[in-house]
């Protein structure tokens, strides 16, 4: 259930990981290491909330979809002892 402040509705983060079906240290995590996800805003003092749309620019981010990388034949020679 949303907050609503002055007319806009704000989730919080607990709204959010539930909604992505990640832990909350999982997003804390993801918002830690990644430029692209909104801070967010403080909503007295404590809770860390987010607008609609930072809702949206976190859901595209943990559900994005990135290529697989193909092995470096070259460095399969590391593991497997040869030179």
Known sequence: ????IEGVPYFSVEEIAKDLGVSRST???WRA???E?????R????????????VE???GFAN???PVRRPDKTQMKLFNGRN
């Open 1 to 4: 259930m949303s907050i609503v």
């Open 27 to 29: 997003f804390w995590r």
């Open 33 to 35: 290491l990644s430029a």
């Open 37 to 41: 996800l909104p801070a967010g805003r």
């Open 43 to 54: 909503y007295r003092g404590k809770m860390v909330v987010f607008t609609k749309e930072e």
């Open 57 to 59: 620019a976190i859901r």
């Open 64 to 66: 994005r979809l990135e």
